[in-house]
């Protein structure tokens, strides 16, 4: 059984950074891991997810303002969140999941954490 923790979330001022981590723990070798996110009112989205050779798919939205790494050593992969605008603001999931390719479909994942906060203004 997987089980994900995210941490890191927080309020911050436009243009300013945060750096989201989720750490998992059970068997996870192989396992593809992504970040998606939720505002008020809409659907959850995908931001970034990466394999487990370290390849990586970005959504547009965030392109070149976020970027989405693995730490190995602790079983995490992290957001590295930077430029953050307004629209940016949402509940922040962690998933993971056996996958082939790096969806940013949050139907394809089976495991979620319980998801953090950010808010920017």
């Known amino acids: 059984h997987v089980q994900l923790v995210e941490s890191g979330g927080g309020s911050v001022q436009v243009g300013e950074s945060l750096r989201l981590s989720c750490v998992a723990s059970g068997y996870t070798y192989g396992y593809c891991m992504a970040w998606f996110r939720q505002a008020p009112g809409k659907e959850r989205e995908g931001v970034a997810a990466?394999?487990?050779?370290?390849?990586?798919s970005v959504a547009d939205s965030v392109k070149g303002r976020f970027t989405i790494s693995r730490d190995g050593a602790k079983n995490a992969i992290v957001l590295q969140m930077g430029s953050l605008k307004p629209e940016d603001t949402g509940t922040y999931y962690c998933a993971a999941d056996l996958l082939l390719m790096r969806p940013l479909d949050p139907s394809e994942y089976k495991y979620w954490g319980q998801g953090t906060q950010v808010t920017v203004s």
């Open positions: 990466i394999d487990s050779d370290g390849g990586t």
